[in-house]
């Protein structure tokens, strides 16, 4: 018998929602006790992309765990992290246009052009743009089968964000790699079942 | 080889340094018990949302969470000494200082680890006495400097400069200390002397970052740096051995660093205990990692990017709160053309990077 119950299910979805808001508040009580470092500016805009990255290989991590353990139910938490990684991402490239380069649109389109590490962050948030687009129930549903080969996209959005990790830091691969490294890990449990 | 009693006649070998170790520091003496206070309750709060963030920007951090950064803080902070400065010159058009305590907490020391916050975090037990600083090489006086002598090898003036980071961030710090030109003169260099090598301290001991591949990002150990010869006499050129009038905090580069202000900061070199004359170009710790990002020169130069971002601007760290920062832009040699540009009179510095 599966743990995870249909009247278990609201505590789970309940226990996610504050896992991925309590980091939040944790980063706005960081900026209010000036305890970001010299430079808090790239602080919260790192500690925003690890949240959105960590949480992307969340929402990866739900359906091997729940074939693994038989816990059908689990899957149905899947949209909700998937959600909070868009959301995370969000905040993440709101703060880079905003604290970083105080929205300057020009200056935008230049660092776009000119850092590659940024276009591949860019494609990577298009994917998780789109996808947090058509996760509506009556959106999947009328998208049919497209959706499947929709959503397949968060792959290369897990593929490309370690890389434009590994890229936006001058030097320090080994904490990227590990995030590759997990990501191949989890994609290779996919591709077995 | 002469000894240091004679380094010390040759030179103005005042006795510039007072050391009072029991004066407080005048770190914001008020604000800092309430910031400790609420960095606990952080501490606290981390642990309980492991699941998903780590909290400081670089590396080190997916493991810092098990570790507590508590053990590796030490009890008891490096002192600072207040220096006697014969001087002080702003060359950096009246910008404002970068305060204090995010030039002590915003480092790349990767010697005590590659995060900005681990510097301070690691560096506090550093000795710097007793130290030995060596002149050698293409001179026809080998110098040998003990920790007292490398405060009175010139009178020590306060320059305020830029510190322009590759990363794209820059500071403005008050430096104390003097032209690296007036320790080279004293070893009369000869005429193969045509760059000059700097290296680093080397001890594992001491910087976990030479011991540990992940936490010193895998350079090469010792760290070394160069400069030609007409570069490292130009008066810009500094050996500074103190910051905001006291002697240098161990993750500023304890007890004597070189700044070059218009040249990316990796170039500055920290805690040196060796400089040598020689005739060829020293290879250098971050140009033998990546010589297509890292130049020998490593002029600042708004019109040449490094090739994953953009040196056409700046974010500066200043005083103001995280929603005031604000990029500018980046000046040809760091704003400080009209002094060095003629160094580099028929190069390309497209190619010379």
Not at chain 1, 58 to 69: D, E, F, G
Not at chain 1, 74 to 96: E, M
């Amino acid at each position: 018998m599966p743990m995870l119950t249909y009247q278990r299910l609201p505590y789970l979805k309940a226990y996610i929602h504050v896992l991925a808001i309590m980091p939040l508040v944790y980063l706005g009580l960081a900026i209010d006790a000036d305890a970001l470092g010299g430079d808090p500016v790239q602080a919260v805009i790192h500690f925003l992309g690890k949240g959105a990255l960590n949480l992307l290989l969340a929402t990866l991590v739900i359906s091997p765990l729940a074939k693994r353990y038989k816990e059908g139910l689990l899957i149905s938490t899947r949209r909700l992290v998937g959600l909070y990684c868009f959301f995370y991402a969000v905040l993440h490239l709101v703060a880079f246009a905003w604290l970083d380069l105080g929205w300057d649109i020009a200056l935008l389109l230049e660092e776009l052009v000119k850092r590659p590490y940024i276009w591949l962050g860019m494609i990577a948030f298009i994917i998780l743009l789109l996808l947090a687009l058509t996760s509506p129930m009556w959106v999947r549903r009328k998208m049919k089968r497209n959706w499947q080969k929709l959503h397949n996209f968060i792959y290369l959005a897990a593929i490309l964000t370690p890389v434009h990790y590994y890229l936006s830091v001058k030097s320090g691969w080994i904490e990227p790699i590990i995030y590759a490294l997990l990501v191949v890990f989890l994609l290779s449990q996919r591709r077995k079942s | 080889m002469i000894t240091i009693w004679e380094v010390n006649q040759a030179g103005n070998g005042m006795i510039i340094k007072c050391k009072n170790k029991s004066q407080a520091s005048e770190n914001d003496v008020i604000a800092e018990p309430v910031y400790q206070q609420r960095r606990q309750f952080l501490k606290q709060l981390g642990l309980a949302g492991v699941g998903l963030a780590a909290a400081s920007p670089a590396q080190a951090s997916i493991f810092d969470i098990f570790s507590g950064d508590d053990k590796k803080a030490s009890n008891n902070a490096f002192v600072q000494s207040p220096l006697k400065l014969s001087g002080s010159k702003d060359y950096a058009n009246g910008e404002i200082w970068t305060p204090e305590k995010k030039v002590l907490s915003h480092n790349n020391y990767y010697e005590f680890g590659t995060s900005k916050t681990d510097p301070q975090k690691n560096a506090q037990n550093f000795k710097v006495e007793p130290w030995t600083l060596t002149i050698t090489g293409a001179v026809e006086k080998e110098i040998t400097l003990g920790y007292d002598d490398l405060f009175k090898i010139a009178d020590l003036e306060e320059r305020i400069y830029r510190m322009r980071c590759v990363e794209a961030w820059s500071m403005v710090i008050p430096w104390t200390g003097f032209s690296l030109s007036e320790i080279i003169k004293k070893a009369n260099p000869t005429s193969k002397a045509k760059y000059v090598a700097f290296e680093t301290l080397y001890d594992p001991q001491q910087m976990p970052g030479q011991a540990s591949s992940y936490l010193g990002g895998s350079l090469d150990w010792p760290y070394v740096e160069g400069l030609r010869m007409d570069e490292a006499m130009h008066p810009l050129t500094m050996l500074s051995v103190g910051t905001f009038g006291k002697t240098l905090a161990p993750q500023n580069g304890a007890p004597i660093r070189l700044v070059v202000p218009w040249k990316y900061g990796f170039k500055g070199i920290k805690s040196i205990v060796k400089i040598h004359l020689l005739e060829k170009e020293p290879p250098t710790t971050w140009n033998r990692l990546a010589s297509r990002e890292y130049g020998f020169y490593a002029n600042v130069n708004p019109a040449v990017d490094h090739p994953r971002w953009s040196q056409a601007s700046e974010r500066r760290i200043g005083s103001g709160s995280i929603f005031s920062s604000k990029r500018i832009k980046t000046l040809p040699f760091n704003g400080y053309a009209e002094e060095v540009a003629s160094l580099y009179q028929g190069m390309d510095l497209k190619r010379y990077i």
